[in-house]
Nanobody
């Protein structure tokens, strides 16, 4: 059974930083693509960043240059370093793991940015 547990969310002022973590059960991080998504109230869930099995990364235009996705395969943990946070980054952030055609999600962690 795949389990993903996010942590690290919180309330921060605009311009501040947070680091999200996603602890995964099993040794998936170096094998399958993973990513971070977010969902703001009244909006659809959107892609924030992804990291492939080979380590390649991709980012939504809105977070390029501010957010960095990374992973520690030894710790089975995915990270999202978020710098220069803005109020529009306020959302619930979800960790995602894709295994062939199956998608697995964590429970989400709330990030709130005050102006």
């Amino acid at each position: 059974q795949v389990q993903l547990v996010e942590s690290g969310g919180g309330l921060v002022q605009a311009g501040g930083s947070l680091r999200l973590s996603c602890a995964a059960s099993g040794s998936f991080l170096s094998i399958w693509p993973m990513g971070w998504y977010r969902q703001a109230p009244g909006r659809q869930r959107e892609l924030v960043a992804t990291i492939g099995s080979g380590g390649s990364t991709d980012y939504a235009d809105s977070v390029k240059g501010r957010f960095t996705i990374s992973r520690d395969s030894a710790k089975n943990t995915l990270y999202l370093q978020m710098n220069s946070l803005q109020p529009e980054d306020t959302a619930v952030y979800y960790c995602n793991l894709k295994i062939i055609l199956d998608n697995y999600w964590g429970q989400g962690t709330q990030v709130s940015v005050s102006s």
